[in-house]
């Protein structure tokens, strides 16, 4: 069965530090991968997405991701966290071969200390 | 980009009424439209997709009875919570799919409280 695993449930930086968001999927096929942000009571905003080519993908808000199939991971990467980036972070998996229908992470809250 | 309008954004109800989910996608054909419903500190659960025109497929562990979902045009489908009771109050988000796309666009869900 296809699975998202985010190990952490929070992680706390200090604005202008490097973060890292982990992510592992379990997927039969050639999975499609995303980040997502949520604020808190709204919708979600797509971060960046992997389909195929390329293995590091760049996104909106200087945001980017390395899709690793060996390792069956697409950490989510921020070279400088801003207070503004505060908010929760779901990576989600798809495939064609499941009508692109997404299973998602538990997701990661990410709190900026200044 | 592809917008998605999601309303009500927040409902309150009576144990027991039906509440009515609206979801639009403003300037694409969403071919497909998927449901998802998130509680509180959880992540988003698949509830059930549909394609316009068609019957919705629901998750397994999904009520179909209770979660009716409708897709009858192009840009519109709607979500129909029937008897509602507390346990589900939740949040729930939609998202559009156009043609053969691979991307799904959300919208801003709706904070479902059932009192």
């Known amino acids: 069965a296809q699975s998202v695993t985010q190990p952490d449930i929070h992680i706390t930086v200090s604005e202008g530090a490097s973060l890292e968001l982990r992510c592992n999927y379990s997927?039969?096929?050639?999975?499609?991968l995303f980040w997502y942000v949520q604020s808190p009571g709204q919708g979600l905003q797509l971060l960046l997405k992997y389909f195929s080519g390329d293995t590091l993908v760049q996104g909106i808000k200087g945001f980017e991701a390395e899709f690793k199939r060996s390792q069956s991971s697409f950490n989510l990467r921020k070279p400088s966290v801003h207070w503004s980036d505060a908010a929760e972070y779901f990576c989600a998996v798809g495939a064609a071969l499941d009508g692109n229908k997404l299973v998602f992470g538990a997701g990661t809250i990410l709190r900026v200390k200044s | 980009g592809a917008v998605v309008s999601q309303h009500p954004s927040r409902v309150i109800c009576k144990s027991g009424t039906s509440v009515k989910i609206e979801c639009r996608s403003l300037?694409?054909?969403?071919?497909?439209m998927f449901w998802y419903r998130q509680f509180p500190k959880q992540s988003l659960m698949l509830m059930a997709t549909?394609?316009?025109?068609?019957?919705?497929?629901?998750e397994q562990g999904v009520e179909k009875d209770k979660f009716l979902i409708n897709h009858a045009s192009l840009t519109l489908s709607t979500l129909t919570v029937t008897s509602a009771h507390p346990e589900d109050s939740s949040f729930y988000i939609c998202s559009a799919r156009a043609g053969y796309s691979t991307e799904a666009f959300f919208g801003q869900g709706t904070r479902l409280t059932v009192v």
């Open positions: 300037d694409f054909q969403a071919t497909t």
């Open positions: 997927y039969g096929a050639t999975p499609y």
């Open positions: 549909s394609n316009e025109g068609s019957k919705a497929t629901y």
